[in-house]
């Protein structure tokens, strides 16, 4: 540690505060707001030149100082060896449903880390001894029967007999998706058959099987989702997202561009058909708010609103964009913009409410996003694919706008097109001259993807020059694991462990690109996100393991990566450095 003229000072100070006192420790004058600095480290910072650093110094929430050896310490720096550990900028999920995941029922336990019948169940039980005795266990979507089996075997869920003996205090209750099917184990199967529910009387399937469906049809598994929902009360919504914020801490994801959820069928109170993607549009938002209001948000949650309206003059959007200010809050839950709906009567793109949504976007110079799944408009075979008719409305909306008087139509305004497992280079061309970009996605073809159900084209798509991010669509059809996102960036590989999108894969430095220095531009925040470089804000992730390196890390293992050390806004909000936590997802890894 260098004297200069502040230490001196500060040494002083505390001289001053020990006289006729017990001795007065600087950590204590510190109150917790001194720097941090992490040293010994592998620190990608992912800048433009790919600068690796060993040392950064954290201070007021900012990279204070990136490669400088120990410059700006003072007495109140905490410092913390790295151990050769390798570092990189908090992950940024640019397209994600944290806070539907925040109202999941019960308490939600990810299983997109469990590769095998034993390990989901080994995740169970860790979860169980995190909760009360009682308390309904849950994982509501974002894993599939797929990751338990390696193709070609037959897929299945745990039995009812392997759920009861795995956790025997709880319910216990898991569905894919939307909207099932699922599985419960017997506690749970005795309270839902006692409500009318049907368990285990599906032919072929075991006892403990919940039938699932169509999205947007009442299941036994939507129902069970219902009969839960009206157990839930204010303050396990506030424990529902803080439990969401810890795991996404605890795999590296530090910033969430939220895309909303699809409105209850009944407004506030919903009914049996609304799957794991519905929520009250009201009352969604209610505990990021308040965990907000009380400092307690440790990740950072942007917002996009989800409008999905019938009335072809779409008075929702139009009293949203009247009566609301695009780019409101601060660093931690900001306003962005519309999306991944804009209006979409029947979900469909290309429909009059959809035109007349997206035009009141680009006139009010919002923000906007719009998910495309490669499915034709209506899901009707036939009519035309989803991006076609999304990138071709964008262009009409945008020449509309020049034709009135506005030169630079919606070309400064940041339009995304997400998701994208198809596209041609003529229409990457057209979104790109409309200033617009593609943020793309790993975990959902990961999950549930085919040799024909594939894509993205990650590196048609970089070679097209357009902005292009990654995130995870979880977490109701995808993961949130970065790792596991990645892991299909770079190998092309599914869950059941096929090449599906071998041609079209990436390099691993790329892959993360995607993920930090490339979606800065996805949050309209480059200058303040995505990187570690001074000045910036302080987000990053110490690794498990050398994820760059595929002596340490074999390909097979890139989805079993998660963070040990995970700081956001300079402050550490996971720390599992020393190995000794007890988080059920580590149960799920090797
Ligand atoms: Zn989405």
């Not at 410059?71 to 905490?78: K, L, S, Y």
């Not at 003996?165 to 599985?183: D, L, N, R, Y």
């Not at 598994?221 to 801490?249: E, I, N, P, V």
């Not at 409410?353 to 408009?377: C, I, Y």
Request: aromatic letters at 8%; proline letters at 5%; charged letters at 20%.
């Amino acid at each position: 540690m260098k004297l200069n003229s502040q230490h001196a000072w500060l040494g002083a100070a505390a001289l001053a505060l020990c006289i006729g006192a017990t001795a007065a420790r600087a950590d204590d004058d510190c109150d917790g707001g001194g720097a941090l600095r992490l040293v010994n480290g592998k620190i990608h910072t992912m800048d433009k030149h790919d600068s690796i650093v060993s040392t950064v110094l954290v201070r007021n929430g900012r990279f204070a100082e990136v490669g400088k050896a120990g410059e700006g310490d003072d007495d109140c720096t905490r410092t913390i060896n790295l151990r050769g550990r390798t570092v990189v900028p908090g992950i940024i999920d640019s397209h994600n449903h944290i806070i539907l995941l925040g109202l999941r029922p019960g308490r939600d336990t990810r299983l997109e880390n469990a590769n095998s019948i034993a390990e989901a169940l080994a995740t169970l039980a860790a979860r169980a001894k995190e909760t009360q005795p009682g308390e309904w266990l849950t994982s509501v979507g974002g894993f599939s029967r797929n990751q338990f089996f390696a193709a070609p075997q037959p897929v299945r869920f745990p039995t009812l007999k392997e759920l009861s003996s795995a956790v025997g205090e709880h319910p216990v209750f898991i569905m894919e998706g939307f909207s099932g099917p699922g599985a419960v184990n017997q506690k749970a199967k005795d309270f839902l058959v006692a409500h009318g529910v049907p368990v285990g009387t599906t032919p072929g399937q075991d006892e403990g099987y919940v039938d699932g469906g169509a999205f947007g049809v009442a299941t036994p598994c939507t129902t069970a989702l219902f009969l839960l929902r009206q157990m839930q009360t204010r303050d396990s919504m506030l424990q529902g997202l803080t439990d969401a914020m810890r795991y996404a801490a605890g795999i590296g994801v530090t910033t969430h561009l939220d895309q909303g959820g699809f409105p209850f069928s009944v407004p506030v109170v919903g009914d049996p058909s609304d799957g794991a993607a519905d929520f009250d549009r009201y009352r969604a938002h209610d505990s990021v708010r308040a965990l907000y209001h009380e400092g307690k948000l440790t990740n950072r949650i942007w917002i996009n609103f989800l409008h999905v309206e019938q009335d072809v003059n779409t008075p929702e959007l139009r009293a949203r964009l009247l009566n609301s200010w695009d780019d409101f809050g601060n660093n931690m839950l900001r306003v962005l913009g519309i999306g991944e709906f804009t209006a979409s009567a029947f979900l469909a793109p290309g429909t009059p409410a959809w035109m007349n949504g997206t035009r009141l976007v680009a006139q009010a110079q919002w923000r906007n996003e719009n998910h495309s799944l490669n499915f034709p408009v209506f899901a009707l075979p036939g009519l035309p694919l989803d991006w076609k008719v999304i990138i071709d409305g964008w262009q009409v909306v945008n020449d509309e706008l020049v034709a009135e008087g506005n030169p630079d139509g919606i070309k400064k305004l940041r339009w995304v097109l997400a998701h994208v497992p198809v596209i041609t280079p003529d229409y990457l061309q057209k979104l790109k001259n409309l200033g617009g970009g593609v943020n793309v996605l790993g975990g959902w073809r990961w999950l549930t993807g085919t040799a024909t159900q594939n894509g993205p084209p990650f590196r048609d798509i970089l070679a097209s020059g357009i902005p292009v991010g990654m995130s995870s669509d979880g977490m109701q059809i995808s993961t949130m694991s970065p790792w596991i996102n990645l892991y299909y960036v770079v190998t092309g590989k599914n869950a059941r462990g096929e090449l599906i999108n071998g041609g079209q894969t990436l390099g691993r430095n790329d892959a993360m690109r995607l993920y930090t220095a490339n979606n800065g531009w996805f949050l309209q925040a480059e200058d303040k996100l995505g990187t570690i470089e001074e000045g910036k804000l302080a987000d990053l992730v110490v690794v498990s393991a050398d994820y760059f390196d595929q002596r340490a890390v074999p390909d097979e293992r890139i989805k079993d990566l998660r963070s040990v050390l995970t700081v956001v806004n300079g402050k550490v909000v996971y720390d599992d450095l020393d190995g000794r936590s007890k988080d059920y997802w580590k149960a799920g890894m090797p």
